[in-house]
């Protein structure tokens, strides 16, 4: 059995309810699902800590947004200037554009696996590469590397943590079954995607963020050389 999700400091928890309290007007799902998500999840600490560490992400393009939650305690905490997300869910789009009201937020409906994507400082994405098409994934990768100035950040799903992977491959195709989701789960090989970033010119490190979770979730950050 894994050890519970350590819970959210102090700081953390009040960001989450600032950014929470953003969508009152959703729906009762996304209510729920917002602060739960912010708060278990561990790429949300993670992410928001390098953000403070590295002195901002500037400019975020967050792909695969969702509704839009990730982003707009970037913003909220002074972790990113301004946000840019994209999704292919227009319901989703829509609650995290009305959550952003009055922040320098734009949320927008696109396919990533055939978008433009915008220059920024950071592009971002959580969770979401191994759920493209085994075709889009490198094409997505390299317009990611060609659209961030500054730096990429990725949670990713590695196919290659053993037990780990097992058991995460297990859960999402159940999970699949159950919401009758027909799309196919291909996990790319994190050595793979930090080659492509590698060859763009960025410096990568990859770290566990999987804690208190039996799932084989891992933060890629590829910083791009030559700047200071």
Known sequence: MP??????????????????????????????????????????AAILGLAQRVGGFGHVLDLGCGRGQLGLALLVSGGASQVTGMDIDGVKVAEAQAA???????????????????PVDTALMADVLYQLPDGAQVPVLDRMAAAARRRVVMRLFDPELGWRSALGMAMERAGRALRRDGAAVEPMPVSAVVARFEAAGFRCTVRPCWAGTPLPNVLLVGEREGLG
């Open 100 to 118: 952003a009201r009055r922040l320098p937020a734009r949320f927008e409906r696109a396919d990533l696996a055939k978008a433009a994507l915008p």
């Open 3 to 44: 050890d519970a999700v350590p819970p959210a400091a102090p700081g953390l928890e009040a960001l989450i309810a600032d950014v929470s309290h953003r969508y009152a007007g959703a729906s009762r799902f996304t209510r729920n699902f917002v602060p739960s998500k912010l708060k278990r999840d561990p790429a949300t």
